[in-house]
């Protein structure tokens, strides 16, 4: 019963932490609500905090302060900013209010053992509360309007977006986007060249990444999830934390040279034994490399012009141990070609800087371009 005022609110809490072992404020009694400078939650019985909590799967804390401590929820993918869908909340043990400021690193093999960073906190105004439904209103600096979690089954429940989503312009994550498609062509005129922007041509498979509550899910072009396939994208969706996006880009392997190898990546194709996946993506790693951004936190990308896209996914900056994002050029087509064969690479691909995302469409506004090889002979006859 989360209603219930009683002794003993933080023995569950206590149990599971050793201060010894854990950065974790782990108050020996019941303590009274109170703090001393604005990075503390002062517990006036109306504060509410979320923590981006990387445990051993992504979760966002969501702890509501209420007779003394903080009633708390792990969601797996974040409070919903749309009110058309609900998330999963599962209720864990009452926290103290001092962990409403805590960050850090909980040590690995202790109970939830992970980076906490401090989300997002404010005030709130209860409109409900009682076992089965909390209705509260959330002012945040991130997040800020109606939310209603309820009960489904035990420790189990879902919350709510009562509210119209933050922008009267907010579109959902879509399903599918399938990918735009480049012609075989030629370098644009030298007169033109200036207009057009260039991107290395990868030898590998296309795929298009959705990442939504630190999740990636990834399709081909041929509408085929390929997620559980590429493990390497896991640890996108993590880094990416509460950031809402679709991603276009190439998954490619390197060889000892590091040039992209599309021999070495087949052997990754394909396979779906869970063991035979893991041990591959130590023996193949795979690299996701991305050029295009098509959705941003509630805003469809499509309609902006290729430069503007470019600009959107520098400025979000993807780059890990799986995952980059390979620099474009403005202009100069026949140095970037120039370049791209000295580096063993198959082409350029040429984009329009004022091209749209044309989805499943292939474009001339899109020219892939390929290096064409030539060697000497001398014919004796």
Not at 238 to 253: I, S
Not at 348 to 353: F, P, Y
């Amino acid at each position: 019963m989360i209603m219930s005022v009683v002794a003993g609110k933080l023995d569950t809490y206590r149990r599971k932490r050793d201060p010894k072992r854990t950065p974790e404020p782990v108050p020996a009694t019941d303590p009274v609500p109170r703090g001393n400078n604005d990075t503390v939650v002062r517990g006036d019985g109306n504060t509410f905090v979320i923590q981006e909590h990387h445990a051993r799967a992504l979760h966002w804390d969501f702890r509501l302060e209420r007779d003394g401590v903080l009633v708390s929820w792990a969601v797996p993918k974040g409070l919903p900013l749309d009110p058309k869908t609900n998330h999963l909340a599962v209720q864990t043990e009452d926290h103290p209010i001092d962990y409403g400021s805590f960050e850090g690193e909980i040590p690995a093999g202790e109970y939830g053992g992970g980076k906490v960073i401090l989300w997002d906190r404010g005030t709130y105004e209860t409109e409900k509360w009682t076992e089965r439904e909390v209705m509260v209103v959330l002012h945040g600096s991130r997040v800020s309007g109606r939310y209603v979690l309820f009960r489904t089954k035990d420790k189990n429940w879902m919350v709510h977006r009562m509210d119209p989503p933050p922008r009267p312009d907010w579109q959902p994550l879509p399903e599918l986007i399938r990918p735009m498609l480049a012609i075989p062509g030629t370098l644009p005129p030298p007169d033109a060249d200036s207009a057009w922007g260039y991107e290395m041509k990868w030898d590998g498979v296309r795929a298009v990444v959705y990442v939504d509550g630190g999740r990636a899910r990834a399709m081909t072009r041929n509408d085929r999830d390929v997620t559980g396939s590429y493990p390497e994208l896991r640890a996108l969706g993590e880094a990416m934390g509460a950031t809402q996006a679709v991603l276009d880009g190439e998954l490619v392997t390197f060889d000892t040279e590091g040039r992209p190898s599309f021999g070495r990546l087949q052997q990754r194709m394909h396979v779906t034994g869970a063991s035979q996946i893991r041990r591959l993506a130590a023996e193949v790693p795979v690299v996701y490399l991305i050029f295009d951004l098509l959705h941003l936190d509630g805003r469809s990308l499509l309609e902006l012009p290729y430069a503007q896209r470019r600009e959107f996914l520098d400025g979000l900056g993807p780059a890990g141990p799986s995952w980059q994002t390979p620099p474009y050029f403005a202009g100069g087509g026949a140095d970037v070609l120039g370049a791209s064969l000295e580096q063993g690479l198959e082409g350029v691909v040429a984009k329009r800087l004022d091209s749209v995302y044309l989805p499943g469409r292939r474009s001339d506004a899109w020219r892939k371009v390929k290096n064409v090889r030539t060697q000497e002979v001398v014919i004796v006859g």
